[in-house]
Each structure stands twice: as C-alpha cells, then as structure tokens.
C-alpha cells in the first residue's frame, strides 16, 4: 500500500475530505456571522441555534409534510430567514446604538431558549435524515473512495459561498448594504429604506445557518445540540479570518477544515484544539485577524 510519511494514502485522503466537509460548514457558518458582524455589528451567538433549526426544519418537511430534500433545500433556508427576520425586528434592531456586549448576551440567550424547546420536544438521541436518491452511492478513485453527498457538500457551500460574496462586493446591491452600515442617514436621504436593508440582512444571514443545517441534516444525526457542538469553532474561524471579513471567513473556513483534517492524520491527540491554538497565535501576531483591517 502507498503511503506519504508514512501514513496510507487511502487513510490521509480520507482525512481530508472530513476535514473538507467540516471546513465546508465552517465556511458557510463563519460566512453568515461574518454578513451580520460586518453590516449590523451584531455578534450572533444564535447563529448555531438556527443552523440546528434548519436542520429540524427539514426533518419536519419529510416527517410530516412528505417534502424531500431538494424541496427542504429552498424552504428551510426561507423558514429560518423569516424567523430570524421576526427576531430582527423585534429585538435585535433595539441594540444597532448599544455596546456589542448587549448582542451577544441577547443572542447567547436566544440560542438556549429555541436550543431548550428542541431538547425539550425531540429529545437529545438524535434523528435520522436520510441521503437523497440522487446522491446517495460513490466514486472509486485511485486513492479513495468519494461518496457522492459529502461532495455535492463541498459543491453546494463553496458556490454559495462565493455566490455571496460576488453579490456583496461586486454589485450595486452590495454596496448599497455597506453604505448603510456606515452612513445610514445619508443613503436614506437617498430614498433608501435602510431599516429593511438591515433586516434583510439579518435574515439573509441566519438563512445562510439554515442552509448548512440541510446539508448537513444527512451527514449527521438531526439533534438540538448539533448547533451548540459547531458554533464555537466557527467563532474561532471568524476571529482567525478577521470579524466581518467576507473572503476571509470563507477562506479561513475551509483552510481551517483541512488542517483540522490533517492533524487528525498526524497527531489525534491535537484535533480538537489545534483551531484554538492557531487562533491565539493569529491574535498574538495579528489582533484583527489574517483577512481583518485594523480600526
């Protein structure tokens, strides 16, 4: 058998596809803080809450509706992005003015009031979601074996991801969404509805948690606690991309994931911390993070 420092390929090319998995995940999470930090200054500690919600969301739509998952794909997104719009409007927007503590305490206890009404209805064992017909099945390659739903993952999180970022850097809309953030008063004088851009936003962001929380309803089981188990990680990859860097939490997410991947190979004892320990080095070399602009 073929090895690379002495480790199987098939085992270190395995490795790396979990890891890319993950670092998919991390990309589009750490992709939906970085829009509401970047354009609302909110840190959204509800943002795993509502990727676990997406992921209900679509269990739900087959359970009890008979809804798939290509349809789940597009309606649980929606159904999260509404949600997070009522919470928008109703909460959130009190705190734009406030310090960025009140957000996070706020969202903080958000993610366990709705993380406690999913513990409380379904328990914590975990519900199946099976792969779609269409995806299910793999690839033999020379090296490994590529199963096919962990690569349409890959497929679907790096086009949103960049799909987004297109939108938010490169076109009218997107500058519209910045200029309000920094001057609002002026783009509504304008005739800019800057309120609803902010909603939006929110919206379009915690949509983004929801849409992770589909994908990965079949890569593990759908339970409440899945948000809570990621969402830290994912903090640590928006720090380490730099807050509110665009690029650089998607960038940093999938760099992240293989890394984690590949110290798995090489040193097991270390994969769970090994994000942490880059973050602190990136924070002692530079504060703002690798993608970040210094104040």
């Given at each position: 058998?073929?090895?690379?420092?002495?480790?199987?390929?098939?085992?270190?090319?395995?490795?790396l596809?979990?890891?890319?998995?993950?670092?998919?995940?991390?990309?589009?999470?750490?992709?939906?803080?970085?829009?509401?930090?970047?354009?609302?200054?909110i840190i959204?500690?509800?943002?795993?809450?509502?990727?676990?919600?997406?992921?209900?969301v679509a269990?739900?739509?087959?359970?009890?509706?008979?809804?798939?998952?290509w349809?789940?794909?597009?309606l649980?997104?929606?159904?999260?992005?509404?949600?997070?719009?009522?919470?928008?409007?109703?909460?959130i927007?009190?705190?734009y003015?406030?310090?960025?503590?009140y957000?996070?305490l706020?969202t903080?206890?958000?993610?366990?009031i709705?993380?406690?009404?999913?513990?409380?209805?379904?328990?914590?064992s975990?519900?199946p979601?099976?792969?779609?017909?269409?995806?299910?099945?793999?690839?033999?390659?020379p090296?490994?074996?590529?199963?096919?739903?962990?690569?349409?993952?890959v497929?679907?999180?790096?086009?949103v991801?960049l799909?987004?970022?297109?939108?938010?850097?490169?076109?009218k809309?997107g500058?519209?969404?910045?200029?309000?953030?920094?001057?609002?008063t002026?783009?509504?004088?304008?005739?800019?509805?800057?309120?609803?851009?902010?909603?939006l936003?929110?919206?379009?962001?915690?949509?983004?948690?929801?849409?992770a929380?589909?994908?990965?309803?079949?890569?593990y089981?759908?339970?409440?606690?899945?948000g809570a188990?990621?969402?830290?990680?994912?903090?640590?990859?928006?720090?380490?991309?730099?807050?509110g860097?665009?690029?650089?939490?998607v960038?940093t997410?999938?760099?992240?994931?293989?890394?984690?991947?590949?110290?798995?190979?090489?040193?097991?004892?270390a994969s769970?911390?090994?994000?942490?320990?880059?973050?602190?080095?990136v924070?002692?070399v530079?504060?703002a993070?690798l993608f970040?602009?210094?104040?």
């Amino acid at each position: 058998m073929m090895t690379i420092f002495g480790v199987p390929t098939q085992a270190l090319f395995g490795q790396l596809l979990l890891g890319l998995i993950n670092g998919s995940f991390y990309a589009i999470l750490s992709l939906g803080l970085a829009i509401i930090f970047g354009l609302l200054n909110i840190i959204n500690f509800a943002h795993g809450a509502l990727y676990m919600m997406g992921a209900f969301v679509a269990w739900m739509l087959l359970t009890y509706l008979g809804l798939g998952y290509w349809l789940a794909l597009g309606l649980a997104p929606l159904a999260v992005g509404v949600f997070g719009v009522i919470l928008e409007r109703v909460l959130i927007a009190r705190l734009y003015k406030l310090d960025h503590l009140y957000g996070l305490l706020l969202t903080f206890g958000l993610a366990l009031i709705i993380q406690g009404l999913f513990r409380n209805e379904y328990g914590v064992s975990g519900l199946p979601y099976a792969i779609p017909a269409e995806l299910s099945g793999g690839q033999r390659l020379p090296f490994m074996f590529l199963p096919n739903y962990r690569a349409w993952v890959v497929v679907a999180s790096l086009t949103v991801c960049l799909a987004t970022w297109l939108v938010i850097e490169k076109t009218k809309l997107g500058a519209y969404l910045r200029a309000a953030t920094e001057n609002p008063t002026l783009v509504q004088a304008f005739g800019v509805n800057v309120p609803l851009f902010l909603t939006l936003t929110y919206g379009f962001g915690v949509a983004l948690a929801g849409f992770a929380g589909v994908l990965a309803a079949p890569i593990y089981s759908v339970n409440p606690n899945m948000g809570a188990d990621i969402i830290i990680v994912v903090f640590a990859v928006v720090v380490i991309g730099g807050m509110g860097s665009i690029i650089g939490s998607v960038i940093t997410g999938f760099a992240l994931g293989l890394v984690e991947g590949l110290t798995k190979v090489f040193y097991p004892e270390a994969s769970s911390t090994v994000i942490f320990v880059i973050m602190v080095v990136v924070l002692l070399v530079k504060p703002a993070g690798l993608f970040g602009r210094t104040a």
